[in-house]
C-alpha cells in the first residue's frame, strides 16, 4: 500500500467515527455555515503574484516542517504580506493539522481559505463550511469521475470555491466539468513523493482556457514562478518555503516583493 492509499483508508474510518459523533444538523448550525464566502477564483485571476500560502506543520515526506507557530499568527502574518489566499492543512495524523486550525485561521484573517484535506465523503464538504473555509480541494487521484461532480456540486450549493487536482492526462480528462473553478497541477507524486515542475509543464496546455490554472508543490524561486507564468499558471500553492522559515509571513512578504520586481 502506498501512502496515499494509507491515508484514504485511514480517512474512511476517521469520517465514519466523526460522523457519529457530529450529526450534520449541527454542523449546519454552526455560526461560520451562513457566513458568505470569498472566492479564491477571483482573487487569483485579478492578482499579480498568485501566491496560497500554506500552514502546514508536517507532511509524510519532510516529517516536521515547523510545529512550533502559532496559527493566527501565520494567518494575520500571510495576509499582511498580501497573499492571494491561504491553505490550511486539516489532516491530524499525516499533517498535523486539524479543523481547529481552519477556525483559528478564519477568525485571524479576511483570505479566502483553502481546507487542504483529502476528501473522500460529502461530510467533509459541509465540514469545511461549518469551520470557515472558502474553497475545498478535491484530489482526482482519490475520487471517481461521479464523486468529483457530486461532490463540486455540493460545494458551489455552499458558495464554496472547488479546486480540482490533478497529477497527470488522464485524472484531467476526468476532471473536467462545469462545477470546477480551479484546476491544480500537483508537482510531487503523491505515491512517490518526488517533485518535478515539468509537470505542471506538459498539462497546463490540455487544461482549457475558462479554468484557472494552480500550480502545487516543490516552488521555492523567483524563477519557478516567472516560468510556469508563461504556460498560463495564475495561482501557486506554497507551503514548506514559507513554513520551514521562523516567520512565515515575514517571508511571504520577501517573497512577494521579489515577484513583483
Known amino acids: 500500500m502506498n501512502i496515499l492509499e494509507k491515508i484514504v483508508s485511514d480517512k ?34 485579478n492578482s499579480k503574484s498568485g501566491i496560497i500560502a500554506e500552514h502546514k506543520r508536517q507532511s509524510p515526506s519532510k516529517s516536521i516542517i515547523n510545529n512550533s507557530l502559532n ?16 491553505s490550511v492543512l486539516t489532516d491530524g495524523k499525516y ?49 471517481s469521475k461521479d464523486e468529483i461532480k457530486q461532490f463540486s456540486q455540493l460545494a458551489k450549493s455552499l458558495k464554496l470555491d472547488v479546486l480540482l487536482e490533478t497529477h497527470n492526462e488522464n485524472e484531467l480528462n476526468k476532471s473536467i466539468m462545469p462545477n470546477i473553478d480551479m484546476i491544480g497541477v500537483n ?10 515542475l515539468a509537470t505542471s509543464k506538459a498539462l497546463s496546455e490540455l487544461i482549457p482556457d475558462n ?8 516552488i521555492s524561486s523567483i524563477e519557478a514562478i516567472k516560468e510556469l507564468q508563461l504556460y498560463g499558471y495564475k495561482g501557486f500553492l506554497i507551503g514548506e518555503n514559507f513554513m520551514k522559515t521562523i516567520n512565515p509571513g515575514e517571508s511571504a512578504k520577501g517573497f512577494i516583493n521579489k515577484l513583483k520586481i
Not at 479554468?211 to 516543490?218: A, N
Open 12 to 45: 474512511h474510518k476517521e469520517v465514519a467515527l466523526k460522523k457519529g459523533l457530529i450529526p450534520i444538523s449541527q454542523l449546519e448550525s454552526s455560526v461560520l455555515f451562513n457566513k458568505q464566502t470569498i472566492s479564491l477564483a477571483s482573487n487569483l485571476k
Open 71 to 86: 496559527v493566527s499568527d501565520v494567518a494575520s502574518g500571510y495576509e499582511q504580506a498580501g497573499v492571494s489566499g491561504m
Open 95 to 143: 499533517f498535523g493539522g486539524s479543523l481547529d486550525d481552519l477556525i483559528l485561521a478564519r477568525a485571524s484573517c479576511n483570505l479566502p481559505l483553502l481546507r487542504k484535506e483529502f476528501i473522500i465523503d460529502e461530510y467533509q464538504i459541509l465540514e469545511a463550511k461549518a469551520y470557515g473555509a472558502d474553497v475545498i480541494l478535491l484530489i482526482a487521484a482519490i475520487l
Open 211 to 218: 479554468f484557472i490554472k494552480v500550480s502545487e508543490s516543490g
Open 187 to 196: 508537482n510531487r507524486n503523491l505515491k512517490t513523493f518526488e517533485v518535478s
